[in-house]
Antibody, heavy 124, light 107 residues
Framework: EVQLVQSGAEVKKPGESLRISCKGS????????ISWVRQMPGKGLEWMGR????????KYSPSFQGHVTISADKSISTAYLQWSSLKASDIAMYYC?????????????????WGQGTLVTVSS | EIVLTQSPGTLSLSPGERATLSCRAS???????LAWYQQKPGQAPRLLIY???SRATGIPDRFSGSGSGTDFTLTISRLEPEDFAVYYC????????FGQGTKVEIK
């Protein structure tokens, strides 16, 4: 069974750094890209970027480029999303998702498998 | 970046009624790389439709997708109680972007 298990909720102060994680299991971790998606309170989904765990190649949404860093450690099947200096505007639920839904011998860059979400709270 | 605009923002319907949700792209979505997701409160999104009109595994056939180019539609033929949720379109032809969502609420 494919599973993506994210790290637990975080409460941080403005200016602090943070790294949250997403551990994949039940499939070949290096065969599928991992995306990160932000959902601010009461708002919609925003694609932040993705990583290819096989070579750590990343692509970011212009809205998030330079504000976050996506990385992966394929030896432990884990992807990461990190901030060097959190702001109040970073308060959100963050989801990881596996890009790659396969059916009938083809694969599509959509996400059938999602993590449970990590709630990040930033408060002084 | 392709911007997706969903309409209406909220759809108030009764169980058994037909729901029609729209997603319009700011430029043509290549190869109809357009997906639809359902999200319920406190849950991660659930993939419904990919490639504009293909249902994902396990998705009931009351859900159907159509469209191409810049105009796409998700239709729920007869609303079941569990279908009341927020629906998002997503394009994956040029990087990825999501629409802002349509809430389907009970009238």
């Amino acid at each position: 069974e494919v599973q993506l298990v994210q790290s637990g909720a975080e409460v941080k102060k403005p200016g602090e750094s943070l790294r949250i994680s997403c551990k994949g299991s039940g499939y070949s971790f290096t065969s599928y890209w991992i995306s990160w998606v932000r959902q601010m309170p009461g708002k919609g989904l925003e694609w932040m970027g993705r990583i290819d765990p096989s070579d750590s190649y990343t692509k970011y949404s212009p809205s998030f480029q330079g504000h976050v860093t996506i990385s992966a450690d394929k030896s432990i099947s884990t992807a990461y999303l990190q901030w060097s200096s959190l702001k109040a505007s970073d308060i959100a639920m963050y989801y990881c998702a596996r890009e790659g839904y396969c059916s009938g011998g083809s694969c599509y860059l959509v996400s059938q498998h999602w993590g449970q979400g990590t709630l990040v709270t930033v408060s002084s | 970046e392709i911007v997706l605009t969903q309409s209406p923002g909220t759809l108030s319907l009764s169980p058994g009624e037909r729901a029609t949700l729209s997603c319009r792209a700011s430029q043509s979505v290549s190869s109809s790389y357009l997906a639809w997701y359902q999200q319920k409160p406190g849950q991660a999104p659930r993939l419904l439709i990919y490639d504009a009109s293909s249902r994902a595994t396990g998705i009931p056939d009351r859900f159907s997708g159509s469209g191409s180019g810049t105009d796409f539609t998700l239709t729920i033929s007869r609303l079941e109680p569990e279908d009341f949720a927020v629906y998002y379109c997503q394009q994956y032809g040029s990087s990825q972007t999501f629409g802002q969502g349509t809430k389907v609420e009970i009238k």
